[in-house]
């Protein structure tokens, strides 16, 4: 990858990684824990992340935080659409997939856009 291009998709996965490690500090600190052991994340394969990106950034954002450490579990959740000519659905790895059945690029992603926080586990 371009030395330009890799800059900007790491800083594109920084702050998506510093919101995600803001979202577990806090939770962490809700339930008054001291070390927060697993973070199971969901990428979508449309989403537009990177995950060996994202992986990279969590770590470097937990830092000196209680998720420091933390063993982060991305799972990657694959493209899926539907046609909204002959209503069919089917696996969508990229943007600009036609339908199979008809051919038409009136399609609608129905899984694969998210990024989510599945679960924490944590140390008291």
């Not at 371009?2 to 979202?23: C, Q, R, T, Y």
């Not at 449309?46 to 954002?61: K, N, R, W, Y």
């Not at 539907?82 to 609608?108: I, K, N, W």
């Not at 129905?110 to 989510?116: N, P, R, S, V």
Request: contains cysteine; charged residues 20%.
């Amino acid at each position: 990858m371009h030395d330009m291009l890799k800059s900007e998709a790491l800083m594109h996965e920084m702050s998506i990684a510093i919101g995600i490690v803001d979202i577990v500090v806090e939770s962490a600190r809700q339930d008054h824990a001291t070390h927060v052991e697993q973070v199971a994340l969901e990428i979508g394969q449309l989403s537009g992340i990177l995950p060996d990106f994202l992986q990279v950034c969590t770590e470097a954002a937990a830092r000196g935080t209680v998720a420091e450490g933390t063993n982060w579990d991305i799972r990657i959740i694959p493209g899926r659409a539907q046609c909204l000519e002959c209503h069919a659905s089917f696996d969508f790895p990229a943007f600009m997939t036609p339908c199979p059945q008809c051919g038409s690029y009136t399609v609608r992603p129905i899984q694969g856009t998210e990024m989510k926080v599945v679960s924490i586990t944590i140390d008291d």
